[in-house]
């Protein structure tokens, strides 16, 4: 079983950054396609960005584009999701997933993943 296990939230302020990490265990990380997705109180889950198995491409949502950038080292099993120029729209909780056999966009922008961490909580406020 795949274990996934977020950190690096908090709270930050509007213009603020934030870096995301993942960690993934159990398993050799170069064989998955990692995502991260968000999900605030009433909205539906929301596939941010996601990376190929060997990190050379990316997808991420238009609402994000140009400000977060995810990132992966396979030698440390981590992903990272790096946060810039956070808006308060940002404010949700964060997960990182983990699946086979997909492409980037199919993962963000229908299925999700087999894995999932628990979550961190980001929050932007003044």
């Known amino acids: 079983q795949l274990q996934l296990v977020e950190s690096g939230g908090g709270l930050a302020q509007p213009g603020g950054s934030l870096r995301l990490s993942c960690v993934v265990s159990?398993?050799?990380?170069?064989?998955?396609?990692i995502g991260w997705f968000r999900q605030a109180p009433g909205k539906e889950r929301e596939g941010v960005s996601c990376i190929s198995s060997s990190g050379g491409s990316t997808y991420s949502a238009d609402s994000v584009k140009g400000r977060f950038t995810i990132s992966r080292d396979n030698a440390k099993n981590t992903v990272y999701l790096q946060m810039n120029s956070l808006k308060p729209e940002d404010t949700a909780v964060y997960y990182c997933?983990?699946?086979?056999?997909?492409?980037?966009?199919?993962?963000?922008?229908?299925?999700?993943?087999?894995?999932w961490g628990q979550g961190t909580q980001v929050t932007v406020s003044s």
């Open positions: 997933a983990a699946r086979r056999f997909t492409t980037i966009q199919a993962m963000c922008q229908m299925t999700g993943g087999d894995y």
């Open positions: 159990r398993f050799t990380l170069n064989v998955y396609t």
